[in-house]
């Protein structure tokens, strides 16, 4: 089982319903709070797995699992579980990794260069247990605990690692004599202290140090903290208790979006903060520390909690205030755009976003009263959709169809593309379904019930919540980060990894439409508040930083499209043109995109940077359409919008749509 013990009382002011694991919303999405642990439970999931294909598109990697638990995939901590060798993560404001005979970790140094600010794993701290072997044991929603295994496979006891905690602890399961790379020297008491490359290391244990030699007798636990340079050691290690296990809770109310991480430990343990948790007048508290996401302030308490603004989940452009040449000029291209041929990819993610176009340009033809348009695009949309969601269909064919993957734990789409069948990038490829499907059953009272039973399971991949055998917690969504991971296995040295922030957004904006649509208010509470804090993290970390902040210093770009656990790129997987890195953290523009425009006149310089030569470039529509968020002469985008040539529209978007949010800025 993994440790996903629900603590109540740990969010002040917050209504959160824990009774009987229930989450509840009372129907009205405006004030609802929730747990997150009652959404998708076998009960419910069971028949709908049976009923789906089932099949192993793709052979999992050799993991380092404790039978039982869940595959944790897209995770900050996928590297330790997944591959032949355990590869470093970044429980900040440490770095951690496995070794052959133990465990490593310190407190990485942050190097900024014009492209790239890293915090690369630093080993300062080296244990040597002894092992043979790792195994992870247990996880949750913040922290990991690891077996150290001898020759017979039995346990020499259990290292904890938890974002947001600078402790490391160690509780032996025999008697153990620990070899340390790094000489300790006794403080006061049961504290003792080491300094490895300028940074300072305490440690708390009743066990017997002897310089590099620890022996903990079964039950005794070690506790390593590092000590931040404005940090006190005999302050922090009075609040040193190891992370036991960690919880969550979340709550939306009318404007804001609440989000508490508890700490389970004997007492108040020591909690490090990242800049989107800060509240503005924030003091450095116990200390502070660097890090490639910037400062981190250290406090002592048993939670963390923060807020991030609530977006209101949007599958409509409203042109409503439209005038009446705005409104032919639209009418004349929508009906240019339902009559065009219109392409529909086999795969999962260029296939979902043909059908995000269509979708676009369905609200519209309703909107504008055009019925003869507005049918062709509902049966073409109705079609496709029906076609992706037949439970059977991969029997019949090798695409536009899903299976359950019963190694994967989860839904994988046929054919694959961008590594979907490892599990990458489902958040991004779904959201582009389940925004599609939302748009679709509103304008066609057949296709819910024809629909429903695997669009659910693709929900349920992306974001069961609470005990399940057959799909892991929230696969892709970090509650601390504030943000999703994209990399299934994360086979990375740097970590885990999300490049297309906006794309993560739309995910949780049409997950939230879609249990909208199917009446399921604690799906749509969770879907709200993961919707609040990936917008909340993209500003935070991808388009709108806070350059006065020190680790910016010698960054020379004003977004970082390609994020990290141990760095930040100004970089793309697939492209180093300028463009391309604005609009990957842009695309695809959808109606709650509002989030980007929060400082008009970043809009402006970002904007600026990636189009030096005009909008006439590959993805220069999205960047229009991002222009429309800043201080640009308005007449002058419609007018680009107008004249852009029609090769350069990317294949999900439509110069209607285009066209419908730039009038409407």
């Excluded at 629900?6 to 009774?19: E, K, N, P, V, Y």
């Excluded at 004030?31 to 192993?56: N, Y």
């Excluded at 022996?215 to 190891?242: C, Q």
Aim: hydrophobic residues 40%; aromatic residues 10%; charged residues 20%.
């Amino acid at each position: 089982m993994t440790k996903r013990s629900i603590s109540g009382g740990i969010a002040s002011g917050l209504a959160i319903a824990l009774l009987a694991g229930c989450t509840t919303g009372e129907g009205d999405s405006s004030t609802s709070s929730g747990s997150g642990e009652s959404i998708f439970p076998d009960s419910r999931m069971q028949s709908l797995v049976d009923g789906i294909v089932q099949r192993s598109v793709a052979p999992a990697p050799e993991s380092r699992l404790a039978e039982g638990l869940l595959p944790p995939t897209n995770q900050w901590f996928s590297g330790l579980v997944f591959g032949e060798e355990p590869l470093p993560v970044f429980p900040l404001p440490l770095s951690f990794n496995l070794t052959e005979p133990g465990f490593a970790f310190g407190l990485p140094e942050v190097t900024t260069g014009a492209q790239t600010i890293s915090a690369p794993f630093t080993p300062s701290i080296t244990v040597d247990a002894g092992a043979a072997a790792s195994e992870i044991s247990a996880y949750d929603e913040a922290s990991v605990t690891i077996d150290q295994l001898d020759s017979d496979g039995e346990p020499i006891g259990a290292v904890t690692i938890a974002q947001g905690s600078p402790l490391v602890s160690f509780t032996a399961e025999q008697d153990v004599e620990l070899k340390l790379g790094a000489p300790f020297e006794a403080v006061d008491g049961e504290l003792a202290s080491a300094t490895v490359a300028d940074t300072e290391y305490g440690l708390t244990t009743a066990g017997e140090l002897d310089g590099s030699t620890l022996a903990l007798a079964g039950g005794e636990t070690a506790v390593w903290f590092a000590v931040p340079e404005d940090g006190d050691i005999a302050e922090l290690a009075a609040s040193a208790a190891p992370v036991e296990s960690t919880s969550i809770e979340y709550a939306v109310d009318g404007e804001t979006a609440s989000t508490t991480l508890g700490y389970r430990a004997d007492g108040d343990t020591l909690i490090a903060s990242m800049p989107h948790q800060q509240a503005s007048d924030a003091d450095a508290g116990l200390g502070s520390y660097e890090s490639a996401y910037g400062t981190m302030t250290l406090q002592s308490s048993t939670s963390l909690s923060w807020t991030s603004p609530a977006i209101e989940p949007s599958a409509s452009v409203d042109i409503s205030t439209l005038d009446d040449d705005q409104r032919a000029t639209l009418a004349e291209q929508v009906k240019k755009d339902a009559a065009g041929e219109i392409d529909l990819p086999a795969d999962t993610y260029f296939g979902g976003k043909a059908m995000y176009r269509l979708a676009n340009i369905l609200d519209l033809a309703e909107q504008l009263g055009d019925e003869e348009s507005a049918a062709v695009l509902s049966k073409r949309l109705s079609g496709a959709l029906a076609e992706w969601m037949e439970p059977g269909g991969c029997d019949e064919r090798e695409e536009r169809c899903f299976v359950y993957d019963p190694e994967g734990k989860g839904i994988v789409g046929l054919a694959p593309s961008f590594g979907s069948e490892e599990f990458n990038d489902h958040h991004f490829h779904y959201g582009y379904f389940f925004f599609a499907a939302s748009v679709a059953a509103k304008y066609d009272d057949t296709l819910l019930e024809k629909i429903e039973p695997v669009m659910t399971l693709l929900a349920a991949d992306v974001a069961t919540s609470g005990d399940s055998t057959l799909f892991p917690e929230r696969r892709a969504f970090d509650a601390y980060a504030g943000h999703s991971w994209a990399s299934g296995y994360s086979p990375f040295a740097d970590g885990n990894n999300q490049e297309s922030s906006s794309e993560a957004v739309l995910a949780w904006n049409g997950l939230a439409l879609w249990a909208a649509t199917t009446d399921d208010a604690a799906l749509e509470t969770q879907a709200r508040w993961m919707l609040a804090a990936e917008a909340d993290s993209a500003n935070a970390y991808w388009t709108n930083f806070d350059r006065s902040e020190s680790v910016y210093d010698g960054y020379e770009h004003s977004i970082a499209p390609l994020n990290w656990g141990a760095k930040r790129d100004y970089a793309t997987w697939f492209s180093a043109e300028p463009a391309a890195k604005l609009a990957i953290i842009a695309l695809p523009m959808s109606p709650a995109s509002e989030y980007l425009g929060t400082d008009p006149e970043r809009v402006d310089e970002n904007v600026a940077a990636a189009t030096p030569g005009g909008f006439d470039v590959q993805y220069g529509d999205w960047l229009l359409m991002y222009a429309g968020l800043g201080t640009a002469d308005n007449a002058e985008l419609v007018s680009a919008a107008k004249s852009m040539p029609e090769e350069l529209l990317d294949d999900g978007n439509s110069r209607s749509y285009m066209l419908a949010w730039l009038m409407t800025r």
